[in-house]
Structure formats: C-alpha cells, structure tokens
C-alpha cells in the first residue's frame, strides 16, 4: 500500500474503536483486525486527531502551521491507520450527483459502501438508478417492495397477475407512503399479461422473484430468460417446507437457483408451518434485498464463492449455506476412457493427499454432499467406527439422502477415512447414467483414494463387490480354513476382536468372482462375506462385515461385504493362505493381470471441486460378466 501523502484526505472508517490501556499505549480495533500503538502521549494524539479525519481535510490542511516534528507524528500515526485500514482516502472517490437530502436520508447505506469499496456515494447513486422488477408470491411480494424501498431504491416495477388484483389496495398505500419520504420515488404498478415475459422484462436490469408452492415453473422460466438476456435474477422461494433467499443470478456467474435447489436437503421429521408468518418473509425480503443491494453496488466484485440464505419457517433461525454448482446443472460429467492403466499410474503423483480437509468442506445438514460424516453414537469398541450420509445428486430436488453408511477401522482416523471415501464413491456411483447412459447391463465401481493406484484399486474392488452382492447363490466350501498361517497383524487384530464378541467363529473360502478370492465367517446365525483383490483383503473385509454386526446390531447398510442367512456347501480343495506385504501399487497390478484385459479403466469427471482436492476419480467396467 502507498504512503500516505499531502493531498489524501483520509477518513475513519465507522467499526474503528480506540480504547487506551494502562500500560502507555492504546488498542486500535475494527471488525477485522486490532493493533496496539505505544507511547505516553498517543492516546491524547489520537483523541485530537483521529476527530479532523473526516474526509473533508487534506493532510496537507490538517499539518498547516504545525512544527516539523508535530507534522512528522501526524503523517506517523496517519500511516499507519491508512495501512492497516482504520481508515480510508476519500480524496480518489468517483464523483456522484446525490443531493444532500438523499445523502443524509441514506447516510449508512452510503457509509457502508464508502468502508467496503469506496465511492460510497457514486455507488449509491448507480442502486438508485437500476431498473428493477418485481414480481411473485402474494405472501412475498409486499415485504420485497417495502425492503426495497427500505434500501434507498426509488424507481422500481411492481409487476401483478390476474390474481394479484387483491394486493394493489395495500401496495399502493406502501408507495404513497414512500413518496412523502422520498422526493425521487416513481414506483410502478403495472399489470401483466402473462403471456410474454422476455417482452415484458426487457426494459429491467433485475428481476426479483418471489415464489410461494410447490409449481416452480415459472421461476425455472425466469431464471432461464434473465440468464439469457444478461439480467441479474434475484429469488426468493418457498417449497417443501424450505425458504431461502437466493442465490444471485447473474450471466456471468456461474451460479444457478436449479444448483442451490438441487443441493439443499430435504427437511424430514420437523414441523412445518402451512403458509410462512409475516416476520418470516420480512426476513426473508431483507436478505434477499441486500444481496441485491451488495452485487448492483459491486460490494461482491471478485466473489468466488456461492452462498443462499435459508430461514427454518418455524423457528426463524437463519443461516448461509455454501454450495457447490451441480454438475447435472452445468452439464460437466464425463467418463474418459484409460487405455493402459499400468502407464497412466506412472505419471501420477504417488505421494498420498490427505483428503480429511476436503470432507470437511463438502459436509453440511443442510446442502452438503455430505449430510453427516461423524462418529455420533457408534461403538467405537473394538473397532473404531464412523457413519457417512450422501445427498443423492440425482435428485431434481429438494436433495434426497441415501441411508446411512457405516465404515470402521483401527484407530478413528482410519474410520473417517474410510467413511469419506465410501461416502464420495457412493455419491460419485449416482452419476452413472451420464456417464455410460440408462439401461446398463454391466458391473462398474467407482473409486477415489490418496493416490491414483489406491483410486484405481478402489475402484476395480467396488466393481466386484457389486458382483459378489448381487449373486443368487452363495457357495461356501465345507471345511473351516485353517488359520495357524494368519500371520498378518490387522487381520488377527480383527480375528482376536470377532472372537471376544462372537463365540466360537469360523472362517470359510467361498466361490471365486472373477478369479478373486471370496472369504465367508460363520457368527451365530448370519454368514458374513466378501471378495477382494487379494486374500489378505477378502479376509480383512469379512471380519469387518462381521465386527459392524457384532458391535452393533441395529445397522444395516455397510461397505465391506454381505450378511446372509444361508449359505450352499460344497466340497472343494481349501487354498493356501498368502499374506503377503504388498502396497497398493502392488495389489492393483497383480489385479490387472489376473483380469487379463476384463476390464475397462475410465478417468470420471463430475464436480470440479473433487479433481481441485483428490488424485482424481476413477471407474471400472467389467467385461465377460452381466448383471442379473
């Protein structure tokens, strides 16, 4: 930042505090930041100067006549509140043509500006001078107008259906009343045909939309036409017992209403009001309204990011909701295809990513792809647990969730681990129709891991255990495995475990899927199965299955493998144990060559924010096997 010169007539921002401590300095604050300024006499320096920064001096007027010292202190201390930004240069401020009376009418609108991005005033006057629409749901309509108006904005269309025709008495009361208080006010009231709205809004920079139903058509036709036109489209909506301002729409952002409606969740066991109270749509309005306010003024120039507001109806409680925009919406989901597998590993990082963060951001009761990602109440003993909810983004919305999943490990990060990834397989799984069209009749999984081969290998294990869970018949050989050889130390952590739970459990080989060795454990009264890439894996994920049975009786949909009740015995030669130490490089080649060409590999592309966080998103498709 430059230093503060002789011409700049520097302006203390509102939210700056100034409290003097008893150690010789004083303690400068503001919503930001604080910092502390030490001397015996800086509070007085202060308390005299900080009063002429008003923005109406130059420094130059402000240190006329003072002694060269004096001067030196003030261009100090001006500095230094100019730098950390307690105050601000108004002497650049883009020139306006307010009058005094709107000036003082609009004193802090016009303040809050002048803070956030400066020529407060002139910014003020370009609001004003914006050609608005609005239109809507009776139960909206009149609090979007009276916060309108509310805001300092004069000049705006009130537009009415046939059946709005009971709403002019009051509304024209609202704009009478704004008249005598504002000299500048020219509101419309104009009636609509209905018949064509691209005609209708033409003259209009905004459109704000209220709607109150669950017929959402109309606000889909809007936001389509002001998308298209280059307008800014700002809607309120309730439907299903949701309400929510936003998010602003404009042409070249890529936010959309269908994205926030299509990522907010569904509200299930709460209560909800038939129709909303006036305060809630005050509320409402209000937000809504600002929103507006902050992208005509250019307070969100530069924003990335992508929020609506949404107010609980019964308790009016309100919260911004962060989204992402959904990929059926901006039509980027694609499947590209991996010719050689083998190859494409080694031009990926190895190095493993810690994906805990990216979990975090995607995980929210109210819109995330993430409904929960928590432990809850879970037994946590012998094996640490974590449950992971997914939004189902198929849904047109309001988003439906998918049944809890439960996932476990030794230690409690392993298990979130493990829950995030089955969580995003889950979600990324949903996306299959755009990526290999309706009406499959082959076996695929999807897969993400801290690195490529773990991606991969994920990826070819879910496709399998797809296979597995959907067999009719589940053959079991008639001899218990014998487990003198089990030398690996997480699978006799998870043996030990099974056995201080279930008495007297057994393990037994099942039928290959595949080429890919299949392990069952006997309990009480359940078998528990599963395949995996190699024996070591199929055992692990086996007791698994049977531990999250144990621990918990209750849970029913779990990753690792199938519970059945009965099982078909044969005889058949028992195979060898190998537990060999392998890294997931390893396993997954040796998984390539026992498939031998079985399988197609494809990169999957759905949302952005997924390839900006992971080592990208990988599918299989098996070949030589069809679903039944």
């Known amino acids: ?320 909701q962060p989204f992402l925009p959904h990929p059926l919406v901006n039509g980027r989901v694609s499947a590209q295809p991996i010719e050689n597998p083998a190859e494409c590993l080694e031009t990926r990082a190895h190095q493993p990513t810690n994906l805990h963060p990216l979990f975090l951001q995607i995980t929210s009761t109210d819109a995330g792809i993430f409904h929960v990602w928590e432990e809850a109440d879970l037994s946590q003993l012998p094996l640490s647990q974590c449950k992971v909810q997914v939004a189902d983004p198929s849904s047109e919305g309001p988003s439906k969730l998918f049944p809890e999943l439960v996932c476990s490990g030794l230690t409690h990060e392993e298990a979130r681990l493990e829950a995030g990834l089955f969580g995003l397989e889950q979600y990324i799984s949903n996306y299959e129709n755009e990526f290999f069209g309706e009406n499959r009749s082959f076996y695929w999984g999807a897969g993400i891991g801290q690195t490529a081969e773990e991606g991969m290998g994920r990826a070819l294990q879910n496709a399998l255990h797809e296979v597995f869970q959907k067999k009719q018949d589940y053959r079991v050989s008639e001899t218990p495995l014998n487990l003198s050889s089990l030398e690996d130390e997480r699978c006799q952590f998870l043996w030990q475990s099974l056995k201080t739970l279930k008495p007297a459990p057994q393990l037994f080989s099942g039928e290959a899927v595949l080429g890919f060795p299949v392990i069952w454990v006997k309990g009480d009264e359940n078998w528990h199965g599963s395949v995996g890439l190699n024996q070591k894996m199929a055992v692990s994920r086996a007791l698994q299955t049977a531990l999250i049975t144990a621990q918990d009786k209750e849970i029913c949909h779990f990753p690792y493998g199938v519970t059945a009740s009965s099982v078909t015995v044969h005889k058949e030669k028992q195979p060898e144990f190998s537990f060999n130490e392998e890294t997931w490089k390893e396993t997954f080649l040796s998984a390539l060559n026992r498939l031998n060409q079985k399988a197609q590999f494809y990169e999957l592309q759905a949302e952005s924010f997924f390839t900006e966080h992971t080592k990208d998103i990988y599918g299989v498709v098996l070949s030589g096997v069809e679903q039944t």
Request: hydrophobic share 35%; with cysteine.
């Open 1 to 320: 930042m430059q230093k503060v010169n002789d011409s700049m007539c520097l302006k203390m921002n509102r939210d700056t505090f100034i409290i003097p401590d008893s150690n010789q300095g004083v303690s400068v604050r503001n919503n930001e930041k604080s910092l502390r300024m030490e001397g015996s006499t800086i509070d007085r320096w202060l308390e005299r100067l900080t009063p002429m920064l008003d923005g109406t001096r130059t420094l130059q007027a402000i240190t006329n006549g003072l002694p060269e010292a004096f001067q030196d202190q003030v261009y100090k201390i001006a500095h230094i509140l100019y730098e950390n930004g307690f105050a601000r240069d108004v002497s650049q401020s883009t020139p306006h043509q307010l009058s005094d009376t709107v000036l003082s009418q609009y004193a802090s609108q016009i303040e809050y500006l002048d803070q956030i991005r400066n020529s407060g005033a002139y910014r003020f006057q370009v609001y004003r001078q914006t050609k608005a629409a609005v239109l809507g749901a009776d139960s909206l309509l009149p609090s979007l107008v009276q916060s309108l108006i509310q805001s300092g904005q004069p000049g705006f269309t009130i537009i009415l259906t046939a059946s709005q025709q009971s709403l002019q008495p009051f509304l024209r009361e609202i704009i009478e009343e704004a008249a005598k208080k504002d000299s500048e006010s020219n509101i419309i009231l104009m009636q609509s045909s209905n018949k064509d709205w691209s005609k209708e809004l033409k003259p209009y920079d905004s459109v704000l939309y209220s709607s109150h139903g669950s017929d959402l058509t109309e606000l889909r036709t809007l936001h389509s036409l002001c998308k298209k036109q280059g307008k800014t489209f700002l809607p309120v909506t309730i439907s299903n017992g949701l309400a929510f301002a936003g998010p602003v729409v404009t042409a070249k952002s890529e936010v959309s209403w269908e994205s926030a409606f299509r990522r907010i969740h569904q509200r299930r066991g709460q209560a909800t009001p038939t129709s909303p109270s006036q305060t809630a749509c005050a509320l409402l309005a209000n937000v809504a309204v600002f929103e507006w306010f902050k992208e005509v003024t250019g307070v969100y120039e530069g924003r990335k990011d992508t929020s609506f507001y949404q107010l609980n109806l019964e308790t009016l409680e309100g919260t911004w």
